[in-house]
Nanobody, 115 residues
Framework: QVQLVESGGGLVQAGGSLRLSCAAS????????MGWYRQAPGKQRELVAA???????NYADSAKGRFTISRDNAKNTVYLEMNSLKPEDTAVYYC?????????WGQGTQVTVSS
């Protein structure tokens, strides 16, 4: 079973930055494809950024140029660096791991961007 724990969310002013972390307890972390999703009130959960086990990244158009996803396999951790935050980035952010054709989710961390 893959356990995911997010941290780093909080309240930040527009234009500010946050760094989210997701610590995984799985024993084959280097083999997982990892991603960050977010869900705002009244909206569906959407992919923000993803990084494959091979290090290939992709981003939602809304995140491209502002957010950076990275992973540290030695620490079993994936990060989401968020810069130039906007109020529309406000959402619950979820860490996702995909392995053996199954998806695993963290509990989510709230990101609120004030204007």
């Amino acid at each position: 079973q893959v356990q995911l724990v997010e941290s780093g969310g909080g309240l930040v002013q527009a234009g500010g930055s946050l760094r989210l972390s997701c610590a995984a307890s799985g024993r084959r972390f280097s083999m997982y494809d990892m991603g960050w999703y977010r869900q705002a009130p009244g909206k569906q959960r959407e992919l923000v950024a993803a990084i494959t086990s091979g290090g290939i990244t992709n981003y939602a158009d809304s995140a491209k140029g502002r957010f950076t996803i990275s992973r540290d396999n030695a620490k079993n951790t994936v990060y989401l660096e968020m810069n130039s935050l906007k109020p529309e980035d406000t959402a619950v952010y979820y860490c996702n791991a995909r392995w053996d054709s199954m998806d695993y989710w963290g509990q989510g961390t709230q990101v609120t961007v004030s204007s």
